[in-house]
Nanobody, 129 residues
Framework: QVQLVESGGGLVQAGGSLRLACAAS????????MGWFRQAPGKDREFVAA????????YYADSAKGRFTISRDNAKSTTYLQMNSLKPEDTAVYYC??????????????????????WGQGTQVTVSS
């Protein structure tokens, strides 16, 4: 079993930056592909970014490309989401998620909620205009 805890959310002005972290406990994350999703009030949870367990390949939603960077530190069992040039429309609760070990699907498949088996409780990001 994997437990995920997000941190790093907060209130920031438009154009600012935040770095979210997702720490895992229960087992090492090195064999899990990881993803970040977000959910704004009244909207569905949507994909933001993912990183594979094997080669560290990354995949981003169009809204995140060029502004957000996902990374991982397997030694610390932690996944990060660096968010730059934040916009008010980035306001949401951000969730990290982990797949089952040795996920064998495609990068594009990692954009689906159903690819993930473990979820954190979320961290609030609010971007003021």
């Amino acid at each position: 079993q994997v437990q995920l805890v997000e941190s790093g959310g907060g209130l920031v002005q438009a154009g600012g930056s935040l770095r979210l972290a997702c720490a895992a406990s229960g087992r090492t994350l090195s064999s899990h592909s990881m993803g970040w999703f977000r959910q704004a009030p009244g909207k569905d949870r949507e994909f933001v970014a993912a990183i594979s367990w094997s080669a560290g390949s990354t995949y981003y939603a169009d809204s995140a490309k060029g502004r957000f960077t996902i990374s991982r530190d397997n030694a610390k069992s932690t996944t990060y989401l660096q968010m730059n040039s934040l916009k008010p429309e980035d306001t949401a609760v951000y969730y990290c998620a982990a797949t089952f070990p040795y996920y064998s699907g495609t990068l594009r498949g990692m954009g689906r909620l159903t690819a993930y088996d473990y979820w954190g409780q979320g961290t609030q990001v609010t971007v003021s205009s």
